[in-house]
């Protein structure tokens, strides 16, 4: 037997040399799911972001992760193969939570967690009783969490190596689709983790710890940092402002090699933070002091910032801006909220009649960063141009310098210096490169063919 596994694309412009360098990461699921598949196999992977799919390629059967975003390019991607008669898996986010969508364009569909159904759906392919749905009804130990990354091989991604600690959240952020797809949060077990890090570990790269919020559990986060802090390393994650008034915690995170975290600010405005259940952000000072915590341990600081709740106006661009400056930021998000399926900020905008179309992932004329919702205190338009604006004056060269100026913590040494500039660069010619993608390839020619009945 032969299987595929692709990883699609958001989408590409006519003409589209490249793909941005800013969202090329390696897709650590497809490495998780790869190490399920018995050495009897044969396997092979494509990523659309980096690559083209030879369609042509024999192959028994395709498995696809589709996220919101991913969806449209997605269901190009199958059509293609089912047009060769090849039946297409669908898995991830989306399928999940808007299974009945996926099911039109995927002859198996699979909800919730994968890894414990890859070898079933393979028997069942192999005698061809593949079912249209499987899902998992008991929870998966996530001690059987296995990766091969040689499927990643030979493919340019960020130099950085991804590794996965824990899965789901303790926190119910009415934007967020974790929530829906996680009941719950758990770990790994430390010494896998630790092993995993050490055989992967490269020279000078990053190791990003991609849970959702490694700090979830704090005292579970304390002991795979001091399982950590012999081994030297560099690494970065993502975590929630509570991790900030830990102070044993940051400590450990800082002696243990972490350079930096992901917070999500997501709005200074408190109306705005109960709005979206973050309440919880303004506690002890805010993020203000929480900034003051992560710099004292020499921690750098990427924040994002979410626009468009009924609160915000113009004002609101403009001091979070200015925030995200003057407290030197290593860099920033400015996003307008986007309402995902299965959250409940897309359920409260769907029964408000507020939302532009019923699945505005598949509408044609949709393009990235456009706003798919009715805002209370500005148009469309405007909510989607401040965003940008704000995300341009954020990366100009101008901020750039300014940032590296007013925080030591960037300019610690010549191998930070050289992230910082890098990273920055990066982002600062990605900016208006997002603005105006398509979802799914624009002069792609093909024909919509649903799944096989």
């Known amino acids: 037997m032969r299987i595929t596994f692709v990883h699609p694309s958001v989408g590409r412009r006519i003409g589209q040399k490249g793909y941005l360098p800013t969202w090329s990461l390696q897709p650590l699921p497809v490495a998780t799911l790869a190490a399920n598949v018995p050495a009897s196999v044969g396997r092979r992977f494509y990523d659309d972001r980096v690559e083209d799919i030879p369609f042509d390629e024999p192959t028994d059967a395709v498995f696809l992760s589709v996220e919101t975003y991913t969806a449209r390019r997605a269901w190009q991607i199958a059509s293609e193969y089912r047009r060769r008669g090849v039946p297409v898996v669908m898995g991830g986010y989306h399928a999940t939570l808007c299974t009945a969508e996926v099911e039109r364009y995927a002859e198996a569909v699979v909800i919730g967690q994968a890894e414990p159904l890859v070898s079933q759906i393979l028997e069942d392919i192999a005698a061809g009783t593949l079912r249209k749905r499987y899902k998992w009804d008991g929870g998966f130990d996530l001690s059987k969490v296995r990766t091969d990354r040689g499927i990643l091989d030979g493919k340019k991604y960020m130099p950085m190596t991804l590794v996965e600690f824990s899965r789901g959240c303790k926190f119910r952020c009415d934007f967020c689709a974790i929530q829906s797809f996680h009941k719950g949060h758990d770990h790994r077990p430390i010494g896998d983790v630790v092993a995993e890090v050490l055989s992967t570990r490269h020279k000078d790269r990053l190791v990003f710890f991609i849970d959702d919020n490694l700090c979830s559990n704090p005292e579970a986060a304390k002991e795979l940092m001091r399982a950590l802090a012999p081994h030297h390393l560099r690494w970065v994650t993502q975590t929630a402002i509570d991790a900030a008034w830990d102070d044993e915690l940051l400590r450990l995170m800082r002696d243990s090699g972490c350079q930096g975290v992901l917070v999500g600010f997501e709005s200074l405005s408190p109306a705005s933070l109960a709005g979206m259940n973050k309440g919880f952000n303004l506690a002890r000072g805010g993020p203000a002091a929480a900034l003051a915590q992560f710099r004292k341990f020499g921690l750098r600081v990427y924040g994002t910032f979410i626009f468009g709740y009924d609160g915000d106006t113009a004002e609101t661009f403009d001091t979070s801006l200015e925030f995200a400056k003057s407290e030197g930021l290593f860099i920033a998000a400015f996003n307008h909220i986007t309402p ?53 004056s954020f990366y100009s060269w101008r901020s750039i310098a300014r940032r590296v100026a007013g925080n030591p913590a960037l300019r610690q040494d010549a191998w930070m210096i050289g992230q910082y500039l890098g990273i920055n660069a990066m982002h600062h010619f990605d ?8 979802l799914g390839f624009e002069g792609w020619k093909g024909e919509y063919i649903e799944a096989l009945r």
């Open 340 to 392: 995902f399926p299965g959250t409940p900020l897309f359920e409260r905008l769907e029964r408000e009649g507020r939302l532009f179309h019923e699945a505005w992932w598949l509408d044609p004329d949709y393009r990235y960063n456009q706003i798919p919702f009715r805002p209370a205190n500005m148009e469309p338009a405007e909510l989607e141009r401040r965003c940008l604006d704000a995300r341009r």
């Open 431 to 438: 900016v208006d490169k997002r603005s105006g993608l398509p």
